[in-house]
């Protein structure tokens, strides 16, 4: 069974920019959850989308926002990059029971 | 207040060794635990979920304690491929939310 996907695996962009990044849940799971971990920081909870809605989102400005499609793949967008943007982007995904499974990353810079 | 909060560390131990951590978290009313380990640069991986019975993986022993709201893992006869950090997660209600610990950080020595 394939894992929690993400593209693409490197980003980089320049401040004021926008970024784009991508998941593809396990088959079967409908919850997919979005973090930020910046260099040497904890796991920080950005958003939680379940059956194409969003359930909540974390305390990150509105810049940060994000969409879930039909077949449950979901898209993190980061408007107006500013440095401090700069992080490992991980997703997880969910079924029905309390476990995440998280994808590779996106390791996103912004020079 | 931290809703999770762990002891950074470094563990440094002794191939060998029986290492144990402990985490905190503030919300009586959260739901699911675990543990996940985390390599450099990499994503966390489910290490074991924790049950208020207590849970045993090989080496790996975790215990949830609701009432002074901790868990903990212990580690046995450690190797050096367990040298890792490990993170302590809480999920809110409803897994509307899952709050993750800063890490602890376990070096395994020869």
């Known amino acids: 069974e394939a894992g929690v996907t993400q593209s693409p695996t490197h980003l980089i962009k320049t401040r004021g920019q926008q970024a784009t990044l991508r998941c593809s849940p396990i088959?079967?799971?409908?919850?997919v959850y979005w973090y930020q971990q910046a260099l040497g920081l904890g796991l920080q909870f950005l958003l939680w989308y379940d059956e194409g809605e969003e359930r909540n989102r974390g305390n990150f400005p509105p810049r940060f926002s994000g969409r879930q499609f039909p077949n449950y793949s979901s898209e993190l967008n980061v408007n107006a990059l500013e440095l401090e943007d700069s992080a490992l982007y991980l997703c997880a995904s969910r079924s029905r029971g309390d476990t995440q499974y998280f994808g590779p990353g996106t390791r996103l810079t912004v020079l | 207040r931290k809703e999770v909060e762990q002891d950074p560390g470094p563990f440094n131990v002794p191939e060998g060794a029986t290492v144990a951590f402990n985490c905190t978290y503030s919300?009586?009313?959260?739901?699911?635990f675990f543990w996940y380990r985390q390599d450099c640069r990499k994503e966390p991986k489910l290490l074991m979920s924790?049950?208020?019975s207590g849970n045993e993986d090989g080496r790996f022993t975790a215990q949830l304690n609701r009432a002074s709201q901790y868990i903990s893992l212990l580690i046995r006869d450690s190797k050096l491929s367990d040298s890792a950090t490990y993170l302590c997660v809480v999920s809110g209600v409803n897994f509307n939310k899952f709050y993750f610990g800063s890490g602890t950080k376990l070096n395994v020595k020869p």
């Open positions: 919300n009586s009313a959260s739901q699911s």
């Open positions: 924790v049950y208020s």
């Open positions: 088959s079967g799971h409908t919850s």
